[in-house]
């Protein structure tokens, strides 16, 4: 997986790492070649006392080290340009996935999730792509070449290199098959403490409300040891790599130095070739070493990268049209025919057999008890979740064939839970219409009775945590104003205002709206009583649809919702 991940995203840069693979080449050729100019110049130089000699190959050794350095520059450099490129490219494509996901997958991942796999996941993998392509490709060509001009130097003490690199290779690998299911059980408990991170500072008020501190205290504590323990097994496990590891190469330089002590006692060997081949033995053991340090990096990188895959791989339900209708039949009208949805594995459905049609200049209310489906209704018209049975209609043209931008031009909604992003006013406002003039912007403000709005460029921190519940609301209507629409949604919109607030703001709505489609879903009575049509939800289904007048006469359910609210002469 984590080669796969690695290939899609790194073939347009082939360019780039041709050049740092040549250079790795030339920089492993050039240390190869290093320890055996030493032998020549101890040989025939130091031993001979021949100056000339030394001074001669001493200057190849200069300019081979000088390639060596220019090469090493190259590599690290076009390595890095790489590696970050393809993280950038990485990060965006899970970007672009995820914002083409419904809520159904959002719900899947969850957000702390999507954030982590983001994030920390897409930074271990290119870290390892950058290890990869400034140590490992060396790794190789170094260990391959050391042991062939090691054979040249002496055959003999060569055949110490049978029991050291197979000694190296069990080790590194018995320590790096226990560490991979440790590193994926240390992502799993990051998002875990993520998640809790986001709940304990998005819900700080109930927390705070309920006095539960101690407990949030608890829970944190408890999610922050398991991180800690499983990173404490890993870490165990890393930190006694490299002591294994360093412990058999200076057992292995010892026993170079007792052997090689006895065959250049014998004459068999040179002190230059004894020399040169201790320097390939360390360059054998680093190649190894690299190659260690790179199998520590492995495991987590590729956990990491099998999150990554899995939100690439992921299909939203909400599949974009392969032949998008790109115009409106008619304008503002609305209709849901047989409309239906059920969760995957839901063993009851959320709507059933829901029919609708709204027309410009109708305003079209939904209220029913909490959990009826009046929220998930509303989201199938923009296409937030796709239906599972009838389809859904919008100027004619059922959503399933509507180019996306079209939809979200002629729909325009205002969740139960408004939304605002760090900014200003005017930014948020914009959201709706990134055109907009100042002149209009005042205007969807006076509208919405926003009149605490005093300068347009007031500051707005993330998720709107600056203003009220109540201007919150009305900065998210003002928004959807701008947008500008032919269907208005609004999911219980006005729950956060008080009656006259709330009052003024559907009269002013009213008169704005009159050549639009206004869908209203509601808990209070007050807000939809006046609507042309009133549409009773219970239990996904439609028990009810009329006036408010007839539906008192006519529905139990309905008369149940006002008479819990309101005096039967006030509803009267």
Known sequence: MLFRLVREFAGRYRKWLLIVVVAQFAQTIAALYLPTLNADIIDNGVIKADTGYIMSTGGVMLAVALGQVVAAVAAVYYGSRTATAIGRDIRKGLFERVQSFSVREVGQFGAPSLIVRSTNDVQQVQMLVLMTLTMMLMAPIMGVGAVILSLRQNVELSSLLLVIVPLLGIAVTLIAGRMRPLFRLVQARIDVINRIMREQITGVRVVRAFVRDEAETDRFRDGNKGLYDVSLGAGKLMGM?????????????????????????????????????????M???????????????????????????????????????VAPVVELRTHGHLDLVDVGFRYPGAEQPVLCDISISAGPGEVTAIIGSTGAGKTTLLNLIPRLIDVTEGEVRVGGVNVRELEPEVLAKAVGIVPQ??????????????????????DELWHALEIAQADFVKDLNAPISQGGTNVSGGQRQRLAIARTLVHRPDIYLFDDSFSALDYATDARLRAALAEETRDATVVIV???VATIRNADRIIVLDHGRVVGTGTHTELMASSETYREIVLSQMTEQEAA
């Open 283 to 321: 360059q054998v053991l680093m190649a190894v070493m690299m190659s260690t340090f790179m199998l520590m990096m492995l495991p987590r990188a590729e956990v990491c990268a099998d999150r990554i895959q899995e939100v690439l791989s992921t299909q939203t339900s909400v599949e974009p049209p």
């Open 241 to 281: 790599m490299f002591p294994v590891v360093l412990s058999i190469v200076n057992l292995s330089s010892v026993a170079v130095l007792w052997f090689g002590g006895h065959l250049i006692n014998d004459g068999s060997m040179q002190v230059g070739a004894l020399t040169a081949f201790l320097s390939y033995l």
């Open 522 to 524: 509601a808990q209070r």
């Open 417 to 438: 839970r408004p939304y605002l992003f760090s900014g200003t006013v005017a930014s948020n406002l914009r959201y709706g219409n990134p055109d907009a003039t100042e």
